[in-house]
């Protein structure tokens, strides 16, 4: 490769909660650009890397990335302009050394990862690639299968759910397209399923539903009978969950606060039991607390036979929080969100040692989004298997199935 990435430059920009997030421009010699936009989360584990807030009270409730912005268009920009990168690796690499810290607080893993998604796309189209065939060259071949979350409770919804994603997966749908009509035909069901009984149609912040029912387990007979109404058995689509419980922990415990039960790992993985006995559950992300790790090896021991085990706030999409799983043998999945290592590289190098330690990996988006459709070229890139991106509905969800639509048509 012969262009290298002449400058950076940030913007403050709005994400789908209307909290401000960073923006990124880059520049190559030749004149191509690459342009992303960083998502934010909601539920996000304490092992993640840091996003930079200003914490000014009178701006934004303390929510404006000033000096995230800052950090690129002086420090960050000052750097790429004098030493001429032409490859990615070495930006990130320079990225982290710039920083300088283990989390990335320092300039804000919100302003690296806007600076190394950016390059990868200038540098993409200087290659006059597309991005999928930049990350992953010739072996990207496979679009991933969708988890579709249309049912929203816990921290992303205003309800008394506490289980945070019912996600339908069309895993035993053959082509993306087809794939995507499913979940489109499945969500109308359930909205129309959720009115006649008189239940709100409101959405969460990933475009699911998030009606108050009876209980989880209510949410979960609606999503079945939509599956069904829609014409759609529960070999053709299967129901993925993230309970996100690392909310739930206090002293020692789980506390479903909506619901008002408390359990112990133990008592969550007869729980667990119970439901995948009775529903088409593929795959519980995040089953147990981040930083429970007899809970997890209790979780493994019982489950990872049956289903996905997938650690999110568990692994934080960081090498060696996903060591550690390997050694400790626990989960058997890993989430996969750039955000919360804050590079593109460090995030390839998490995907391949999952896959070297047959972790499946699930590209996701975070609950704040934009228009951005990154992952769905990083989920074509590296093959993965499947990937969770909210509901089929809402701009900032459907622009990485959209995006998906289009790559599947190309390959
Ligand atoms: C999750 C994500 C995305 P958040 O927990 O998996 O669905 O939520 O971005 O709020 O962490
Ligand atoms: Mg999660």
């Not at 690639?129 to 496979?142: D, H, K, M, V």
């Not at 969708?146 to 409770?153: E, R």
């Not at 087809?178 to 359930?190: D, F, P, T, W």
């Not at 990872?304 to 568990?314: E, N, P, Q, T």
Request: charged share 25%; with cysteine; glycine share 10%.
């Amino acid at each position: 490769m012969t262009d290298y990435i002449k400058e950076v430059k940030g913007f403050q920009l709005i994400d789908s909660r209307g909290n401000p997030t960073v923006g990124c421009f880059a520049i190559t010699d030749g004149g191509y650009k690459g342009f992303a936009i960083v998502p934010s989360g909601a539920s996000t584990g304490v092992h993640e890397a840091v996003e930079l807030r200003d914490n000014d009270k009178t701006c934004f409730l303390g929510k404006s990335v000033n000096m995230a912005v800052d950090n690129i268009n002086t420090e960050i920009n000052d750097v790429l302009k004098k030493e001429k990168f032409f490859c990615i690796n070495e930006i990130d690499r320079r990225l982290i050394e710039l920083d300088g810290t283990e989390n990335k607080c320092r300039l804000g893993a919100n302003a690296v990862l806007a600076v190394s998604l950016s390059c990868a796309k200038a540098l993409s189209n200087s290659a006059k690639q597309p991005l999928y065939r930049f990350i992953g060259g010739e072996n990207a071949t496979s679009v991933p299968v969708p988890m579709m979350n249309i049912l929203n409770g816990g921290a992303h919804a205003n309800n008394n759910i506490d289980i945070q994603e019912f996600m339908i997966v069309p895993h035993g749908i053959e082509t993306f397209k087809r794939q995507m009509q499913a979940g489109c035909e499945i969500y109308h069901s359930l909205g129309k399923i959720l009115k006649d009984k008189g239940l709100s149609c409101g959405v969460g912040d990933e475009g699911g539903f998030a009606p108050n029912l009876q209980s989880d387990e209510a949410a979960l007979e609606c999503i079945c009978e939509a599956i069904s109404v829609s014409g759609y058995d529960t070999k053709q689509v299967g129901i993925a969950l993230d309970v996100a419980s690392s909310e739930w922990v206090k002293d020692g415990k789980y506390v479903m606060k909506k619901s008002g039960k408390t359990l112990d790992a133990a008592g969550l993985c007869d729980y667990y039991e119970r439901l995948i006995g009775k529903y088409p559950i593929i795959s519980i992300e995040d089953g147990v607390g981040e930083d429970d790790f007899d809970g997890w090896k209790i979780l493994t021991e019982r489950m990872s036979d049956k289903i996905r085990l997938v650690g999110d706030d568990l692994f934080v999409t960081n090498t060696k929080r996903l060591k550690q799983g390997i050694e400790r043998k626990i989960a058997n999945s890993i989430l996969i969100k750039l955000n919360q290592i804050g590079t593109l590289s460090e995030t390839l190098d998490v995907m391949q040692l999952a896959v070297a330690n047959r972790y499946e990996n699930i590209v996701s988006h975070r609950s704040g989004e934009s228009e951005d459709s990154f992952i769905a070229d990083l989920a074509v890139g590296t093959n993965a298997p499947f990937i969770k991106s909210g509901a089929p509905a809402r701009s900032d969800r459907v622009a990485k199935y959209n995006r998906l639509l289009i790559i599947e048509s190309e390959l």
